[in-house]
């Protein structure tokens, strides 16, 4: 898995000052009322069977987006999380499957997708890494009637 930052807008900040992704990895998740623009790129699954270091992998992780890694639900399936965002999502390369407490949507290139706090994570059940780019919008925290993912 790897997730890179793009471009962040932050409050107090005006809009073409991007925040330098590198020196500032407090805002992978971005607060009520600022903006995250990311890349993620998701290994096939095969690549998390043998000699796969799980410790290591989160500890790497954690440095390059240490909120949102406090957000996995350690009980649930392995990289389970809900953000307080709004998430416009499109998948670039690749097939990866969104992962729902109830369901599974299994995603093609040019696919569209927003998500609006559900909980979810990714998975890639095909043979080439999966690429998406997901634009998160913060918003205050949701109430459970108006979280879902819509695709």
Request: glycine share 6%; aromatic share 6%.
């Given at each position: 898995?790897?997730?890179s930052m793009?471009?962040?807008v932050?409050?107090g900040q005006?809009?073409?000052?991007?925040?330098?992704?590198?020196?500032?990895r407090?805002h992978?998740?971005?607060?009520?009322g600022?903006?995250t623009f990311?890349?993620?790129?998701?290994?096939?699954?095969?690549?998390y069977?043998d000699g796969?270091?799980?410790?290591?992998?989160?500890?790497?992780?954690?440095?390059?987006s240490p909120?949102?890694?406090?957000?996995?639900n350690?009980?649930a399936?392995?990289?389970?999380?809900?953000t307080?965002t709004?998430?416009?999502?499109?998948?670039?390369?690749?097939?990866p499957?969104?992962?729902?407490?109830?369901?599974e949507?299994l995603?093609?290139?040019?696919?569209t997708?927003v998500?609006?706090?559900?909980?979810?994570?990714?998975?890639?059940?095909g043979?080439?890494?999966?690429?998406?780019?997901?634009?998160?919008?913060?918003?205050?925290?949701?109430s459970?009637d108006?979280t879902?993912?819509?695709?």
């Open positions: 898995l790897r997730s793009l471009w962040s932050q409050l005006p809009p073409y000052v991007s925040v330098d992704p590198v020196a500032d407090d992978d998740i971005p607060a009520a600022e903006v990311l890349s993620l790129e998701l290994p096939p699954d095969a690549v069977v796969f270091d799980a410790g290591a992998a989160d500890v790497e992780q954690s440095l390059v909120r949102l890694c406090a957000l996995f350690q009980d399936v392995p990289g389970f999380h809900a307080p709004t998430d416009y999502i499109v998948v670039i390369a690749g097939t499957l969104l992962v729902l407490d109830d369901s949507v995603l093609k290139p040019g696919d997708l998500q609006n706090g559900a909980r979810h994570a990714w998975r890639n059940p043979t080439v890494s999966a690429s998406i780019v997901i634009v998160m919008v913060g918003n205050p925290v949701h459970e108006d879902g993912s819509h695709a």
